[in-house]
Each structure stands twice: as C-alpha cells, then as structure tokens.
C-alpha cells in the first residue's frame, strides 16, 4: 500500500485494489471519502433480441466477454503514488504506477467532476474548497 498527502487533513491510497481511494483525518478518526477511479457508464444498447445478439457477435468474430471486464484503469495492483503539481499546499495532480506497467495522471479537478454526485459531505466540501 501507498499513500500521498493531498492536504493536512485528506490523502490518497491505493494498493491490491487497483484504485486511488480518497480518505480524510476525523476527530474519529481515518474515514473513507470516495474511490476516486470511476468510470464513466457505457451507453445501453437496450433490449438486443437474440438473434440481433447472434449477428453482432458474429461480425465482431468474438464471443461475449460479460464479467470479465475490470472497473478500474489499473490491471493489477497499484505500487506508487507520486506527486506531480500543486498549488497553495495542495495536490492538483499526481500519478500512479503498477504491476500493470500503466502510468496513470490523476487531475483533482477532473476527480472532482467524476465524484460530485457524492453523497458524503467531506467529499463535496474538498472539491467545493479546492481540496482543503
């Protein structure tokens, strides 16, 4: 596991579950913000009768690979974490490396647009406060 700093109160980790998760300091204690890769939903291609099905994947010349694609960028577990940027003490982007060979760049601004639909209050207080 792997941790960064994003301001004096919130870091980021990430580890064996191949996503940066965002966690803050509380008078309780560490608290879990939000998983901070999250992907963005593939538009429904609605009811495909079976015949339908049968053809696409006949032109494709693949079978249906349903549950085995991953919900993260990462393909295997995430071993760094480094800082890139940042602006009055703190982080606007940093980036990860795996097992994977994937370097990935992380934009709060863009995480933060990603994860406003949030329902936890520390997550809509740190992208309304520019990561405070």
Known sequence: M????LSETSFVAAGH??????FYGSD???????KLDVKKEKASSGNMSAMARF???DVQGKAETEGTT???????CITE??????ANG???????????GQVV???????????????????????ARGSK
Do not use: Y
């Not at 579950?17 to 965002?22: A, G, H, I, T």
């Not at 933060?112 to 207080?125: L, P, Q, Y």
């Open 2 to 5: 792997c941790l960064l700093w």
């Open 17 to 22: 579950n191949m996503s940066p998760d965002l």
């Open 28 to 34: 309780s204690g560490i608290v879990f913000g939000a």
């Open 55 to 57: 053809q696409k994947l």
């Open 70 to 76: 991953l919900e993260t960028t990462h393909a295997n």
């Open 81 to 86: 974490i480094r800082l890139i940027a940042s």
């Open 90 to 100: 703190k982080v606007t982007k940093f980036s990860t490396s795996g097992k994977d």
């Open 105 to 127: 760049i992380w934009e709060m601004d863009s995480i933060c647009s990603a994860i406003a639909g949030s329902r936890s209050e520390f997550v809509k207080r740190f992208c």
